[in-house]
Every structure is written in C-alpha cells, then in structure tokens.
C-alpha cells in the first residue's frame, strides 16, 4: 500500500550528539506504513495464539458468572467472611482490579500534560486495560452486598419507601460516585481516542459489516482541521480532568479504609500512598500485557526498548514510594504512641499472617529495585517476570491491609482467622478470564495503537523537518 | 452550468505537512472562508495558518463543571437535610465539607461530558453523509496524504483562479469533487 520507508531523497542533518534522543518509531518509517501496521493486525488472519488464549479465558470467565450465581442464590455463606472479619477477598480483588486501572489514566492523561511523547505507543492498550480492570472491580463491590437485589440502594435513586436516601457522609457512598465517574470518563476518553483511528479502519475496509460498524462508530471523522482543532481542546480538556479524577479515585478508595477506627486503617498516609501503588500496580500489568503483544504481533519499531525502559524507571519510583510508605506508616505506628496501633503493625509482620507481608514486601519493595540496572530494564523477560511479581505483591498488600487489619482488632475475645474458600478464589481467578477475553476481543477488533497520535510524534508529521516537508530556513 | 452546480469543491493532494501548511497559509491570506485542510493527525500549527480561533470546546466543559458542582451541592443538601435528615454523631444536618468527595467527582463528570458532547457538537458529529466520503482519493486522509478542499460555494471562489492558486501551493493532484 504505501512504501515502507519515508523517502530516502530527504537527507537530513543529525543533532549534535549532546541532544539526540532515541527516535519513537525506529527505522524511520513512513506515515503509511505505521497505519499500515497496526490497521494490518485488525484486517489479517486470527492467529493461532488468540484462538488458544480466548478458548483457555472463556471458560474461566464462565466460572467466574457461575459462582456469581451460586453466591446470589445462596448468600454470602458461601466466601470465607466472618466476625470480625466481614471484608474479605471481594474487598480485596476490588481494590487490586481499580488499582490496576491507574496506570491507562496515568499514561493517557498525566504523561499527556507532561508532553510525554512515548506514551502514544501504549496508551490506546493502557486505557483499554483500565476499561477492563475497572469492568472487573465493579463486579465485587456490587455481589459482595448480601442481598444484591438492593445493590440500587447504592445510588441516590428515588423509591418508593418513602423519603429515603443514602447517606452522603458515608465515605462508601463517595467510592460510588468516584468509581462510577471514573468507568465513565475513561471509557468517553477511550472511545473519543478512537474515533480518528475507526476512521483509518473504516477508510480501508472491504467487507460490508466492517465498512458498516467502523463507520457507524467512527461517526463520520473526515480528518478535517476544524474538528482536529476542536478534537485536541476536548482532549487537553480530558487530559486535565482525569488527572484529578485518577488521583481522587483510589485517595477515595483510601478513604473506605481511613475514615474509620481500626487500627492499620485510620491513617492520613493513606491517600498518596494508595495512588502511588494503584499506579505500580497498572504499570506491572501494562507490562505484563505488552511485553508479549509486541512480540506476537511484530511490533518491536513502535513499541521500542526505551518504552519499556521507561516504565520500568516509571514502576522503579512509585515501586520505592510504596516501600517508602510501608516504612513510614510502621515508624508513625511507633512514634504516634497509639498501643492498638502500634499492636496491629507488629501482628501484620510478625502475625499469623507474617507470611503474606512478606510476600508483599519481597514483591513490592524488593523486586523493582532490579530497575535500576540498565541490562535487566532492557531485557524483556527479566521485565515480564519481575512485572508478574508487581501484580503479585500488590494483591499481597490489599490483602494485609484489609485482613491482618480486621482480624485482631480492639476486644481480643472478637479475635478470628479468615481463610479463603473455594468459591472465593474462583470468582477472583474467574475475573482474570473476563478480563482476558475483553482485552482479547479489543486487541481483535480495535487498533491497540494510537494510529494517527502515534504518526503525529513522526518527523515526518512535523512541517518544521525535513522529513516533513520543511524546506531549508523556515521562519 | 448544470454540471457544476453538483460541484461541491476543489480538493488538492499534497504530500507533506509543511506543504499544506503553506497552502493553508495562502489560501487564509487570500481571504476564503469556505475551505478546510483535512489531515490523518493533527499537524501542529495548522491552525493558524488557517487562521482559526481558539476552539469553544472548553465553554462547553465550564458549563458542565459548573453544574455538576452546583447540582452535587443541591442534591446532597436536598437528601440529607430536607427530605430526609438524619442526624449522624450530633452534627449539623448540612455543610460543605462531607459532600465535597460526591460534588468533586460530579463536576469532573459533568465537565467531561461538556468536552466530549461539546467537541461533537462544534463539530456536527456524528455526520451521516459527508460529499468527501465518497472520494476514491480522499480516503488517503486517514491514511498518509494531506487535502486542501475549497468549497464551490465560497464567496471567492471562481475555478479558474482557485485551480491556479492550489497548484501555484505545490499540490501533486487536482480534483472536483461531487456533492
């Protein structure tokens, strides 16, 4: 379709050595070809390795709808719960799966304002990722309920019970409201994102139902200026208001946990510390999912070595925040002078459940400080393998935080143990297979690369270079 | 003249950024108003070679910030205080400070529905039929080519000279395009 190479007639001047960057897109490829790439995985042939993953996900993500039934119809009984210990894994899975929503916003907004150019590559996946995660989160706050036909109670409806509404000082009432906006901006982002690429699929489609649905979806994009121009306020706009937003979700999933009075809970220290490890947890899982996508569908030009350096150094910061706030809030627990507090640090490392803050700190603290050498940030599977121990070690920390919290709390005649049941563990792993087959369907049928914000970071898509048409002195 | 009165406008190819960028440049100083410059990305600094202003977009998303804030307060004070008031730990019925996580996140949601609905409204979307869409050619502007179309219905516009100045802007093809 278009040659692969921008044309070689150009020569251009290199930049003194002091202030070469590493280029975006390697081998200096047209603006054709990077459509032609990424537009070529939508119009070519499923491959073997999608058809094994989605017939492995489906499965799993039925089981995940079965035990959702089972649950309804039987009642909470069947997860693990107990007194005192009445937030269990649906807590804990709710705030692993919002966490890892983090990173698409982080990548598609924050690093947006910060004018960094890199994320063009991962953000169309990274914001898919978020959709999905978010999918996942919402499923268990909504079932973990009890009497889930209720679950509307949860929004200020109005009913017929009288004059009734929920009460707005409840800081559960807040998580409503964030994660609901939240699911709802990222999507409009997403979709918005998209439309200029729909147009490309559409513009190249042969058969009826892609014409048809492209185009529906695209909403008759044209690539004219005056949209464009409209389009990039809209999406500045966006880009100001999810950065707020991103940092408001998880500080008000923070406060489910530090507006009340357990000891382990009730601290200020929650906030930050609970961004900088919902956006660790989102990057170890961006890597978990790019790493073996760039490989499958040969996108090693457009998704280089330095992106994934970059979020590693990413991961490496907020990775020795998290460990910096473990210290810390085991330093407050001792200087604050609050014996139950100062109790419910110690049970959490030396308790019975010493061996899952372990694990948490050996995952979390321990594992990305392998970041700091240049050979294992650039070496793909070590990046893989340690991102695997990120999404690990932040479930670990949702679980220490929400379990060793509860189950020793003031009284200890109240004290208890919570194990897991079966049910439980297969709704959380269930939730991987919805996952899966989401983000298997998108990488299918939408483009996983910002199609025209990645030709728009090209020398050639710059009318002030050479490759993009600029002739001699410009003025 | 009945062939041209289906005309609806001039479209010009060029290769590369900068050289429709020049021709916008051209086009904008010789005073046309029906034109537009169609590219597959957002080419940096072609708005004011076509002299646009700075896009409305962002009083859309003012308006819907201001009210989600407004309606957050309203609704909250309305629930908890007056039709419904319970009193919880002895505090007053209202203030601002406990709703302030709920009308937080409605402004924000309100503010980017004004984006994005307002970004479609400017813009007419979604279109059913464009004249453009049907263009063999034209599906290049999603792809790696850059357009330049001037509408017949400009005020300026007479073919002869319009042909003259998109070729004297370096455009490798010329065509009229059907409404």
């Known amino acids: 379709?278009?040659?692969?190479?921008?044309?070689?007639?150009?020569?251009?001047?290199?930049?003194?050595?002091?202030?070469?960057?590493?280029?975006?897109?390697?081998?200096?490829?047209?603006?054709?070809?990077?459509?032609?790439?990424?537009?070529?995985?939508?119009?070519?042939?499923?491959?073997?390795?999608?058809?094994?993953?989605?017939?492995?996900?489906?499965?799993?993500?039925?089981?995940?709808?079965?035990?959702?039934?089972y649950l309804i119809s039987t009642g909470v009984g069947v997860w693990g719960l107990n007194s005192p210990i009445a937030w269990g894994w649906a807590i804990v899975n709710f705030v692993f799966w919002i966490g890892i929503g983090h990173a698409g916003t982080l990548i598609s907004a924050v690093l947006f304002l910060l004018r960094q150019k890199w994320r063009t590559s991962i953000?169309?996946?990274?914001?898919?990722?978020?959709?999905?995660?978010?999918?996942?989160?919402?499923?268990?706050?909504?079932?973990?309920?009890?009497?889930?036909?209720?679950?509307?109670?949860?929004?200020?409806?109005?009913?017929a019970n009288g004059p009734i509404w929920p009460q707005f000082r409840s800081p559960l009432l807040w998580d409503v409201f964030a994660v609901s906006t939240y699911f709802t901006v990222s999507l409009l982002f997403w979709y918005m994102g998209l439309i200029p690429d729909l147009a490309t699929i559409r513009d190249r489609c042969k058969g009826f139902f892609g014409k048809f649905f492209y185009g529906l979806f695209s909403l008759g994009w044209t690539g004219s200026n005056r949209h464009w121009s409209n389009y990039e306020k809209a999406y500045l706009l966006l880009a100001g208001l999810s950065t707020p937003l991103v940092l408001s979700v998880h500080s008000i999933v923070s406060f489910d946990f530090a507006v009340s009075q357990v000891p382990g809970w009730h601290t200020t220290i929650f906030p930050p510390y609970f961004v900088a490890g919902a956006i660790f947890s989102g990057f170890g899982m961006v890597l978990t999912l790019m790493i073996p996508l760039r490989s499958l569908f040969k996108l090693q030009d457009l998704l280089t070595i330095r992106h994934i350096e970059l979020m590693c150094k990413v991961t490496l910061a907020t990775g020795s925040i998290v460990g910096y706030a473990y210290g810390m809030e085991f330093f407050i627990a001792w200087y604050g002078g609050n014996p139950y507090e100062a109790y419910a640090f110690q049970n959490r490392a030396f308790g019975p459940y010493w061996w899952a803050y372990?694990?948490?700190?050996?995952?979390?603290?321990?594992?990305?400080?392998?970041?700091?050498?240049?050979?294992?940030?650039?070496?793909?599977?070590?990046?893989?393998?340690?991102?695997?121990?990120?999404?690990?070690?932040?479930?670990?920390?949702?679980?220490?935080?929400?379990?060793?919290s509860l189950h020793r709390d003031y009284i200890p005649a109240n004290w208890a143990y919570y194990s897991p049941t079966k049910v439980d563990v297969l709704t959380f792993v269930g939730t991987f297979g919805l996952f899966m087959v989401l983000f298997l369907l998108f990488v299918r049928f939408l483009p996983l690369i910002a199609i025209s914000e990645v030709k728009g970071v090209t020398n050639q898509a710059d009318p002030h270079h050479p490759l993009g048409g600029a002739k001699g002195g410009h003025h | 003249m009945t062939e041209y009165s289906q005309a609806y406008g001039l479209l010009a190819e060029f290769e590369t950024p900068?050289?429709?960028?020049?021709?916008?440049?051209?086009?904008?100083?010789?005073?046309?108003?029906?034109?537009?410059?169609?590219?597959?990305?957002?080419?940096?600094?072609?708005?004011?070679?076509?002299?646009?202003?700075?896009?409305?977009?962002?009083?859309f998303s003012f308006c819907g910030g201001a009210t989600g804030f407004t309606c957050g307060y309203l609704m909250i004070w309305f629930m908890n205080s007056l039709n419904y008031p319970v009193v919880v730990g002895?505090?007053?019925?209202?203030?601002?400070?406990?709703?302030?996580?709920?009308?937080?996140?409605m402004t924000i949601l309100l503010s980017a529905f004004g984006a994005i609905f307002g970004m479609l409204f400017l813009n007419r979307l979604p279109k059913l039929y464009h004249p453009l869409l049907k263009n063999r050619r034209f599906k290049g502007a999603t792809h790696d080519k850059f357009y330049v179309i001037i509408e017949t219905t400009d005020p300026r516009y007479s073919e002869a000279e319009t042909r003259e100045l998109l070729e004297s802007a370096g455009c490798k093809h010329l065509e009229m395009v059907e409404d």
Not at chain 1, 127 to 149: K, L, N, S
Not at chain 1, 361 to 373: E, G, R
Not at chain 2, 25 to 49: C, L, N, Q, S, Y
Not at chain 2, 90 to 103: D, I, Q, R
Request: net charge positive; with cysteine; aromatic share 14%.
């Open chain 2, 90 to 105: 002895g505090k007053p019925l209202f203030s601002p400070m406990f709703p302030f996580p709920v009308v937080y996140e």
């Open chain 1, 1 to 69: 379709m278009s040659s692969p190479t921008a044309p070689s007639s150009v020569k251009i001047a290199p930049p003194p050595r002091e202030i070469e960057r590493e280029p975006l897109v390697l081998n200096n490829r047209s603006l054709g070809w990077i459509s032609d790439q990424i537009a070529g995985i939508i119009e070519g042939k499923t491959p073997t390795w999608w058809w094994v993953t989605m017939l492995i996900s489906l499965p799993i993500m039925l089981m995940c709808f079965a035990m959702i039934g």
């Open chain 1, 358 to 404: 372990w694990i948490m700190i050996s995952c979390n603290v321990i594992s990305p400080q392998f970041f700091w050498f240049k050979k294992l940030r650039t070496n793909v599977v070590v990046v893989w393998i340690l991102s695997i121990f990120v999404n690990i070690g932040m479930w670990f920390e949702r679980f220490v935080i929400v379990v060793t």
């Open chain 1, 123 to 159: 953000n169309r996946a990274a914001e898919a990722m978020t959709i999905f995660a978010v999918m996942c989160a919402g499923i268990f706050p909504g079932i973990h309920v009890g009497r889930i036909w209720f679950a509307w109670w949860l929004f200020p409806l109005p009913n």
């Open chain 2, 18 to 59: 900068a050289d429709a960028m020049h021709a916008a440049e051209k086009i904008r100083d010789a005073g046309f108003t029906r034109w537009d410059v169609h590219t597959p990305f957002p080419v940096h600094g072609m708005d004011d070679a076509m002299g646009l202003k700075n896009s409305k977009v962002g009083w």
